[in-house]
């Protein structure tokens, strides 16, 4: 009986192709994969024509999706080359690593109580950890320093992945970590030791049913604590006792990007895509690599040569002999080709870094794999809507008078309403309605939230519209209901959008808060809009509105009165939202009890000078007061009985926004200049502040057109000279005769 084991590095294509040629070359009878043994039944998967990597099993607790791990695979992880050796030979394997289930609690535990010392000893800690740093210091970076390497994944790669007929490495990695393990000191970790203990016991279990080449692939940290066994008693006494708990597993797509995360192996990676590279082209010397990089920049627009892919290649071949190293790495790789085909700017290396080192490969899983109903849901739709779940960002214009079109804008907002953000709604540029921009971006972990999701139905449909009704009751906040509703008309969820109108009706007759009622208004308003533009009925939401508008306009000019400054901007800003909705609505009944609002405000005197002001612009924008109204306003606030800080206010709220008033009109200009004319030198420096809060707020063009009118005493732009003009009565009578004649006139000579 042989029992072979491989210590490998997680995700590294030299390892795998290590094991793969070692595999094909004893032959064992079963192979023990270190990963956890409740996703066993997932591992006949492997193989099918639909399972591409990368992809990765997701473990997870039934009753608490959030709990959950994830372990990634790739085509150059030497864990699945052993998993697809094994499937392909048709021999057994198994995973051999300790349950998920029991790590996920540990670790818990682990994080539970390592918050909890820090918070109790938080300065005895930050010595321990300054006088022991050595301790936290990887332990294979002592075997890159005796190498003089200064990084140690960069020492492993060129001693392992990077290395081809490498027939004793695993021998050599096993006495290096031996060497490592006996060397440094340990500090007590219970996770680990409880792990290797289980590898143990799987071992033994495989030994009694008598399998006679036994190959096991494993970390290579943990070589030498599989290869030296504990006694089985001491073994279990240290597993005694271990909960179980309820796991469930499952295949899910993988992306490049998502492989540098923390994972079930609590390895990541640096560059999946060049890993890739190596692993599909080993005797590359850096030409192919390169070749891709000048196509990539092609695709930019930049010229690219031939010229510069060879010297690029060599440049990276003497910077690696200078070196030292056995062949070309990736450092190399981006020096030559920051040096030759970047011409030393940075920027574009980093195109190269997101394109190619990193990449944007996503998995593929096939649909019979068991998945919970509302990710089968989720994928169906993708499918039919022609919306594939892509590692890097796709832009969607969606037009929504197009069926197919106003389908997918219906999907995505209902997964927003799930709270799965692969869809963001970006800004339209245009007019209307009926256009929706979205950025599409999956994540491999938004699986674990589609999960965590199931619990509210076996459908999108069916799932957003009872988060919807959740949400609603437990919402009390007249605000957050109106928010809903506003999500909710374009998901379009009917039952959910009757229940949060009849909420909103409801809260809306009962509260007496005007700021809250104006802040509901504008997203109502959006509802009615959007409702028209999806063929639905906004008769409710209307009505709605109407009447909260009225109740708005009974109680408003009282709230304006005796307010402070932050209340008086605060108004400000909902007066804007407010009567921009309104006109937007065109109602002719709801626009005249609005405008009789702030004829009301605008005439008591008690009104906040802020908001006085600003009601007077709206009047004077709709064409509801005359010229003569308007200087009347102006004359009262700007005269010396009124306080200075008063007219300031007042000013404020007439200039908000635009500043294109006093540039045409010359009586209102005249009017402030004036009064500002007029200010003694302490009080100007009193009003100073609100009047450069009410100038900053112009647009750029506008401060300057209203300085060169400043400059110029009075008119914009230059100013302009006085002619002169000597008239000449006896030649203009000479003149006379033909011009009448021309009109059809006759002269008077008597005259």
Known sequence: MAINILGIRHHGPG?????????????????????????????QWVGHADLKPPVALLCYQPDNPQCSVFYPFADFSPEWQAILYARKQNIHVRFMDLPAGNQMLIEKEQREQKEEDISVNRDKINLEAQSYEHLNKAPISYLSDAAGFTDDEKWWEHTFEYRLNNDEVFDAVAEAMQALRESIPQKDKKLEQLREAYMRRSIRQTEKEMFHTIAVICGAWHVPALQNKASQKDDNELLKGLPKVKIECTWIPWTFSRLSFYSGYGA????????????????????????HVAQLFRKQQMDTSVAHVIEAVRLAESL??????????????????????????????????????????IGEVPVEIPKPPLQLDIEKQQKKLRLPATADFKDYTLDLRKDTDLERSIFLHRLTLLGIQWGRQQHVAGKGTFKEQWRLQWDPGYSVEIIERGNLGNTVLEASANSVLNQA?????LKVISDLLEKSIPAELPEAIQMLIHRLNNLAAAS??????????????????????????????????????????ISLPNACVAIDDDAAQQLL???????????????????????????????????????????????NDSKLLTANQLMQYFGYTMSAATAPVISAAWLEGFL???????????????VIDNWVSGLSDDIFMQVLPLLRRTFANFSSPERRKLGEKVRTGGTAGQQRPTVIINFDTERAKQGLPVIMELLGLTINNSE
């Open 15 to 43: 390892s795998a192709r290590n094991v793969k040629a070692f595999l094909e070359s004893v032959k064992p009878d079963i192979v023990l994969v270190e990963g956890p043994p409740e996703a066993d039944a997932m591992l």
């Open 268 to 291: 990541g990676i640096n560059s999946p895509g060049w890993y890739n590279h190596v692993w599909h082209h080993k005797h590359d010397d850096g030409t192919l690599w390169m070749a």
């Open 320 to 361: 690696a002999s200078l070196r030292g190293l056995p062949k070309v790495g990736l450092e190399e790789l981006n020096e030559a080709t920051l040096s030759v085909l970047c011409n030393g700017e940075s920027i574009l290396l980093k195109l190269v870094h997101d394109e190619l080192i990193v990449g944007h490969q």
């Open 473 to 477: 009751k437990e919402a009390t906040d």
């Open 512 to 553: 007496a808060d005007v700021i809250e009622l104006m802040e509901v208004v504008p997203g109502l308003i959006t509802v009615a809009r959007y409702g028209n533009v999806r063929k639905t009925d906004a008769t409710i939401v209307l009505s709605i509105i109407s009447s909260i508008i009225t109740r708005i306009c």
């Open 573 to 619: 800003g909902l007066f804007y939202k407010l009567n921009d909705g309104i006109n937007l609505m065109q109602e002719p009944d709801t626009t005249l009890s609005w405008q009789q609002t702030l004829q009301i405000i605008a005439g008591n005197k008690n009104t906040s000078p802020v908001v006085c002001g600003y009601s007077i612009r709206l009047l």
């Open 656 to 670: 908000k926004g635009s500043g294109t008033l006093l540039l045409l009109d010359e009586h209102q200009w005249q």
